[in-house]
């Protein structure tokens, strides 16, 4: 069983930044793959960004390719997503998820443990 905890999100004003985190609980984490993902009201949850259990495979959506960065620290249990050059179009809760796995993976269906979410707000 997995527990994961997303902090970091916030109100910004387009252009900003913003890194948001996410705590893993257990003494597994370095074999568990991690993905974000975000929905905005009345959308779907979308991928953004995933990274292999090591860290070495990353993946990221079209919508957010050169502006957001995936990385973990599997010493601190933690997976980060950088968000540079914010759009008011990444407004949404984000959230992370975990799955055990070597590769990467970026459909909602392929993860077994989600968090609560963390509201993301970028204004005009």
């Known amino acids: 069983q997995v527990q994961l905890v997303e902090s970091g999100g916030g109100l910004v004003q387009a252009g900003g930044s913003l890194r948001l985190s996410c705590a893993a609980s257990?003494?597994?984490?370095?074999?568990?793959?991690m993905g974000w993902f975000r929905q905005a009201p009345g959308k779907e949850r979308e991928f953004v960004a995933a990274?292999?259990?090591?860290?070495?495979?990353?993946f990221y959506a079209d919508s957010v390719k050169g502006r957001f960065t995936i990385s973990r620290d599997n010493a601190k249990n933690t997976v980060y997503l950088q968000m540079n050059s914010l759009k008011p179009e990444d407004t949404a809760v984000y959230y992370c998820?975990?799955?055990?796995?070597?590769?990467?993976?970026?459909?909602?269906?392929?993860?077994?443990?989600w968090g609560q979410g963390t509201q993301v707000t970028v204004s005009s």
């Open positions: 998820a975990a799955r055990r796995g070597s590769y990467y993976y970026t459909k909602i269906h392929e993860y077994d443990y």
């Open positions: 257990g003494r597994t984490f370095s074999s568990y793959a």
């Open positions: 990274i292999s259990y090591s860290g070495g495979r990353k």
